[in-house]
C-alpha cells in the first residue's frame, strides 16, 4: 500500500475544473467567506473617503478665501492627497494579496507530479527542513509547514509568518507578503489622521480668534475634522505603535500573545526523570512551570537580530528601486518566507528552560 499526499494546489485545481461551482462550495472543511465579512473593510474605506468633501471645504473656504493663502491650501491638499493614497494603496495590497501560501518542499523545487509520497514529503526539504520537528506537519492541510507558518482556522489553510488573522481587513490573515503593507496602511492612515486633525484645529482656532472673517459653516467643518482626526489617530497610532515594536524584537503578534509556543522549540528533553511529553504539552506544565515559560519568552524573542535586522527583514529590498514599493504601498517582506535565522541566544535560553522544566517537574512529583 502507498500513503499518497495530495498537493493543495493540485486538489484545488481538480476542484476548480470539475465544476462550475466556486471552491467554496466544494469544499466542506474551507471555511465561507460571506458577504456581510467584507462589511469592515467597507466601512474601513469610507472613513477614509468620507471627511475628503469636508477637507476640500476647509482648504478653500479658509486658507484660500479667508487667509488668502493660495499657496498653503495647496500643500495641504497635496499631503492629504498623498497620504489618502499610499493609505489605500497599501489597503488594497493588504486585502487583495496572498498572504503567503505554503508549498510542499517538492513543488518549492519545481518538480512537476500530481502526488507526491509522505516520506518524500517528510524527507524532501533541506537540512533546515525537518518537518518530523513538533509543529513543523500540519495535520489540517496535511503538507509541511515551515519555521513561523501557522494554520489559520478561519481561511482553512497555512499562512507563511502568519501574524494574524484580520477580520477588519477582508476577514483574511496578514502573513509574510502582506505584513509590510499592513503596517504601511497603519502607519499612513495614523499620518492623514494626525495631518488633517493637525490644520483643522488650527483652522479651527483661527475661528474663534476671528469671529467676523470666518464663514457660517466651515468651523463646524473644521471641528468635525479635527475631532475625527484624534478618534482616528487614537484608535490606529496604538495598533501602529505596537506592530512598531514588534518588528522591533523581531516578533509576529502570535509569536508575542502566545509564549507557550516556545515549548515546540525546546531541545529533545532527558527520557527518563520525569512526566513531561516531549516537546512538553501547555495543560500537563503546573503553575511554576508556566511562570517558568513565560519567563523565558519575556526574555527571549527567537528570532530577534538586532533592531536594524529586524526591520530589514520586514521592510527590506532586494533590488535598486525596490524603496519605491516600500514607500507607496509597503510590498512583501524580502526572503521566500520560509527560512529565519535565530536570535544567537534561543539555544542556550531554550536549553536552560527545557532543564528547569525537567527540575520543576522532578521536585513536584518527588
Ligand atoms: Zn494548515
Ligand atoms: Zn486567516
Redesign the pocket.
Known amino acids: 500500500m502507498t500513503f499518497q499526499v495530495r498537493r493543495r494546489d493540485e486538489v484545488e485545481l481538480q476542484f476548480r475544473g470539475s465544476s462550475s461551482q466556486s471552491f467554496d462550495d466544494e469544499d466542506p472543511e474551507k471555511p465561507r467567506r460571506l458577504w456581510y465579512h467584507r462589511l469592515p473593510l467597507l466601512i474601513i474605506v469610507a472613513c477614509i473617503l468620507g471627511p475628503q468633501p469636508s477637507i476640500l471645504r476647509m482648504l478653500i473656504y479658509h486658507h484660500w478665501r479667508s487667509l488668502h493663502q493660495p499657496a498653503w491650501a495647496v500643500i495641504h491638499f497635496v499631503v492629504s492627497f498623498a497620504l489618502t493614497v499610499i493609505t489605500l494603496t497599501s489597503l488594497t495590497i493588504t486585502v487583495t494579496r496572498d498572504p503567503g501560501p505554503v508549498h510542499t518542499p517538492t513543488a518549492r523545487e519545481g518538480v512537476n507530479s500530481d502526488n507526491i509520497g509522505l516520506a518524500e514529503a517528510l524527507m524532501g526539504g533541506g537540512d533546515e527542513d525537518d518537518f518530523m520537528k513538533p509543529g513543523r506537519w500540519c495535520r489540517k492541510c496535511w503538507a509541511p509547514k515551515p519555521e513561523r507558518a501557522h494554520h489559520?482556522s478561519?481561511?482553512g489553510r497555512c499562512?507563511m509568518k502568519m501574524d494574524h488573522?484580520c477580520p477588519w481587513l477582508g476577514h483574511?490573515?496578514i502573513g509574510h507578503r502582506t505584513y509590510p503593507s499592513f503596517v504601511h496602511f497603519l502607519t499612513s492612515a495614523t499620518l492623514l489622521a494626525l495631518y488633517v486633525a493637525t490644520v483643522a484645529a488650527r483652522a479651527l482656532m483661527y475661528s474663534f480668534r476671528n469671529p467676523f472673517s470666518v464663514d457660517e459653516t466651515t468651523p463646524i467643518h473644521e471641528m468635525a475634522l479635527s475631532l475625527y482626526g484624534i478618534i482616528i489617530s487614537l484608535v490606529v497610532g496604538p495598533f501602529a505603535a505596537y506592530h512598531f515594536y514588534l518588528i522591533t524584537t523581531g516578533q509576529t503578534t502570535l509569536e508575542h500573545i502566545t509564549p507557550f509556543m516556545l515549548l515546540r522549540h525546546l531541545p529533545p528533553l532527558p527520557r527518563t526523570g520525569h512526566s513531561l511529553s516531549d516537546p512538553p504539552l501547555e495543560p500537563e506544565l503546573s503553575y511554576q512551570q508556566r511562570r517558568l515559560v513565560k519567563d523565558a519568552h519575556s526574555r527571549l524573542s527567537l528570532y530577534d537580530l538586532g533592531w536594524r535586522r529586524n526591520w530589514a527583514l520586514v521592510f527590506g529590498w532586494e533590488t535598486r528601486w525596490g524603496w519605491v514599493p516600500k514607500l507607496l504601498w509597503g510590498g512583501s517582506s524580502p526572503g521566500d518566507g520560509m527560512h529565519h535565522p535565530r536570535n544567537p541566544r534561543a539555544e542556550d535560553i531554550l536549553a536552560k528552560l527545557a532543564a528547569d522544566l525537567v527540575k520543576a517537574d522532578h521536585d513536584r512529583f518527588n
Open positions: 489559520c478561519m481561511c499562512v488573522h483574511s490573515c
